[in-house]
């Protein structure tokens, strides 16, 4: 027997043939056999799957019982160390991704990862094995990727038909083909289809979701306003042609599970765009996909590059394909650069969010409320900008609130060739040049708020809130003698949990009469039982919606303040800056937001 892959969950994948590195070495069933085995249980979420070892009693019950009943041995060793999930496929309730089997909740938390420029060959495959490049994705907290491709590759001979070698050879790239011969040796000689099948694949062995995303049409750097591929009726965007290129991927992907969702288009813009054709054939291509796997989510894109689906508020989509249909859109500092430039930061960040809401978030609300998935936004990583700063630190707080499944651009270190040069870097990109570890293990903590699944509309937990700080990403939290902190959002536990009921009232540990109170300017935050002080009783004090203030005897707003230099710093209250809008001030030290959850 030989499965890779998702399995429903109870089900067990075992590969007596495949050497894998992770895999689990067990002793033999049968004299003189020995064999590698890999199990896997459902893996919708990044800490739900894991590769289980065997105990003695389990070795010595195999090897009693024999080879007839490896699967029953497998299920009560499974049951004794195995934390269960949720399984595949997914779908849609109001707002929420759940799973078809039982409807809890699955955020996905993905990294974009490009495969639809010129060569038509993955990125990073001649640097890094497609499994260690799987794995380090796991470790930095990620349960999922958008991989791209290109509409080309499925519906024009003269592209599909070439291998990865020579494809590579086309445009000279050496160096591109002798790693992937020492890296990757299986797929040189893969015709180009048949090698991104075997690194989705790969992945989805790995337990990582796959979002397949159709980049473009023809193969090349996305997105020029006039580039040909931008909207339908483009010179290379033909919507039959599309259509027949979501029709197979689609089918070709259909019997894998891990391949969770197709996204129709990116960003589409241009001067043939319209309202009137967007739903034409965005609605053709939808059915389309569902038609071929009627599993699969099918998620849609608005117009403007992603940014704009607000025509949705006036016009349904008009069905939701089972409830199979999610919404995206994207978020970027270059969407708004000229306003994070010169407006001040408290008004700029309101304006954004109000915009963000306004043209896209709102799909998330109301009675027809509808998935939103964030499919990419993201910073330059090499050298982080004021306006990147800005933006960033507006974004995670935003986005954390509304607890949005999304997707970080990008994965990719460097490229095959991309506009005319081979190897270049991204300096988006959450990996060092060499594929091999974290860029900036920094940002991957203060990606951690929004990693975590915060709501769920299943749960039985009373609602609560988590303390955000949004310029780091760490929680609130009580340390030992009520010192009060942030530090790392990863462990939720019950010291970084508060009670609020709005302005003017106060911040209250969760289960306990203790509030946060303001002590003083420049002195660090206490916990205490007197919870009806001016200096007790918090409310929102400036235009970002942001900063949080306690009033002192004399009237003068005191908000919190951190600056963590260390995974626990202590958090100070301030005079509260740029409350005014003060032309060259900086509050980001001062923004926090109260993250509401429900999970135990």
């Known amino acids: 027997m030989l499965m890779t892959g998702h399995l429903p969950f109870g089900e067990i994948a075992v590969s007596q043939k495949l050497k894998w590195k992770s895999a689990v070495n067990m002793p033999a069933l049968y004299p003189n056999q ?122 024009r001979a003269d592209y599909n038909n070439r291998t990865v070698a020579q494809s590579l050879d086309s445009f000279n790239l050496t160096q591109a083909k002798e790693g992937i011969a020492r890296n990757n040796p299986k797929l040189l000689n893969l015709q180009i289809i048949d090698a991104y099948e075997a690194v989705v694949n790969e992945l989805g062995a790995h337990g990582l979701m796959l979002v397949l995303d159709n980049h473009v049409s023809k193969p090349l750097w996305c997105c020029a306003r006039e580039d040909g591929n931008g909207f339908f009726g483009d010179m290379y965007f033909d919507p039959k042609e ?59 894109s608005g117009l403007n590059f ?51 809401q306004r043209d896209a978030a709102f799909l998330t609300t109301g009675d027809k409320a509808a998935p939103l998935f964030i499919s990419e936004y993201g910073i330059n990583l090499q050298e982080t900008s004021q306006v990147d700063s800005r933006y960033f630190t507006c974004f995670l707080p935003t986005v954390a609130e509304k607890d949005l499944d999304w997707a970080l651009w990008t994965l990719q270190a460097s490229y095959h060739y991309r506009q005319g040069h081979a190897g270049g870097g991204e300096s988006y990109s959450v990996l060092d040049y060499s594929w091999s570890k974290p860029r900036y293990p920094q940002f991957l903590e203060r990606m951690v708020i929004l990693q975590n699944l915060l709501q769920d509309p299943n749960s039985n937990v009373s609602p609560y809130y988590l303390l955000v700080h949004a310029q780091s990403g760490f929680c609130v939290n009580v340390k030992h003698n009520d010192v009060v902190s942030v530090s790392s959002c ?21 289960g306990r009469k203790h509030c946060l109170k303001a002590v003083g300017d420049g002195v660090p935050l206490t916990l205490s039982d007197d919870c009806s002080s001016p200096r007790a ?58 993250v509401p959850s429900n999970i135990a």
Not at 68 to 89: D, E, G, H, R, Y
Not at 257 to 284: F, H, I, T
């Open 34 to 155: 020995r064999r590698l085995y890999r199990l896997y249980l459902c893996w919708p979420f990044a800490k739900c799957g894991r590769i289980f070892k065997w105990s003695k009693a389990s070795y010595k019950f195999a090897e009693m019982k024999g080879k007839n009943n490896l699967q029953t041995i497998l299920l009560i060793s499974l049951a004794m160390s195995a934390t269960l999930c949720n399984s595949l496929p997914l779908s849609t309730r109001g707002r929420w991704i759940v799973d078809n089997a039982a409807g809890g909740r699955v955020k996905m938390a993905c990294v974009n990862w490009v495969s639809h420029l010129e060569p038509l060959v993955t990125e990073g495959i001649h640097a890094q094995p497609v499994e260690r490049i799987a794995e380090t994705v796991k470790a930095m907290g990620f349960n999922c990727i958008r991989l791209t491709y290109a509409t080309f590759m499925w519906t």
């Open 242 to 300: 599309w259509i027949k290129g979501l029709t197979d991927v689609s089918t070709r992907f259909k019997n894998n599970p891990q391949v969770v969702a197709l996204s129709m288009r990116n960003e589409m813009r241009g001067a043939r765009s319209n309202v009137p054709d967007w739903y034409r054939y965005m609605r053709k291509g939808a059915k389309a996909i569902h038609k071929a796997n009627p599993k699969v989510l099918v998620i849609v």
């Open 306 to 356: 992603d940014k704009d689906l607000s025509f949705l508020g006036r016009k349904s989509f008009g069905f939701t394909l089972n409830n199979k249909v999610v919404f995206e859109a994207h978020w970027y500092t270059f969407d708004f650069t000229q306003q994070w430039q010169q407006l001040p930061p408290n008004r700029a960040c309101r304006q954004r969010a109000d915009e963000f």
């Open 490 to 510: 990863r462990k939720n536990s019950r010291n970084s949990r508060w009670n609020h009921e709005g302005d003017r009232s106060p911040i209250k540990k969760l």
């Open 537 to 594: 009783t918090w409310q929102l004090v400036s235009d970002s919606m942001l900063q949080i203030a306690a009033m002192d005897e004399q009237g003068n707003p005191l908000c919190l303040d951190a600056t963590p230099s260390s995974n626990s710093t202590p958090i100070l209250t301030r005079a509260c800056a740029c409350l005014n809008n003060e032309a060259g001030c900086d509050p980001l030290s001062q923004w926090f937001k109260l």
